[in-house]
């Protein structure tokens, strides 16, 4: 099992950028598939990025491509989550997770999650 601690929410405007970062800990993290996903209000969880374990191969949603980027590191055990050009709709809860078998886009695949941070895009 991997523990998992998002930070780095918040308000921001839209047009603007935030990082958000999550720490792990646990030995099963460098072998691990890592992911982010997003849940607005009344919707379903949905998928954003994910990363291979070696950071090598990288996945994204259409509605971030281009404006997202996912990246890690290993020895500091941290999963990022770059974001720019934030819009109004990227406004939800951001979810960190870890998938020891493979790499997926399925929230159901991610046996460990953190407890989230919320960013807000205002228009």
């Known amino acids: 099992q991997v523990q998992l601690v998002e930070s780095g929410g918040g308000l921001v405007q839209a047009g603007g950028s935030l990082r958000l970062s999550c720490v792990a800990s646990?030995?099963?993290?460098?072998?691990?598939?890592m992911g982010w996903f997003r849940q607005a209000p009344g919707k379903e969880r949905d998928f954003v990025a994910t990363i291979s374990w070696s950071g090598t191969i990288t996945y994204y949603a259409d509605s971030v491509k281009g404006r997202f980027t996912i990246s890690r590191d290993n020895v500091r055990k941290v999963v990022y989550l770059q974001m720019n050009s934030l819009k109004p709709e990227d406004t939800a809860v951001y979810y960190c997770?870890?998938?020891?078998?493979?790499?997926?886009?399925?929230?159901?695949?991610?046996?460990?999650w953190g407890q989230g941070t919320q960013v807000t895009v205002s228009s």
């Open positions: 997770a870890a998938n020891p078998d493979r790499l997926s886009r399925n929230p159901a695949d991610f046996g460990s």
């Open positions: 646990g030995r099963t993290f460098t072998n691990s598939a």
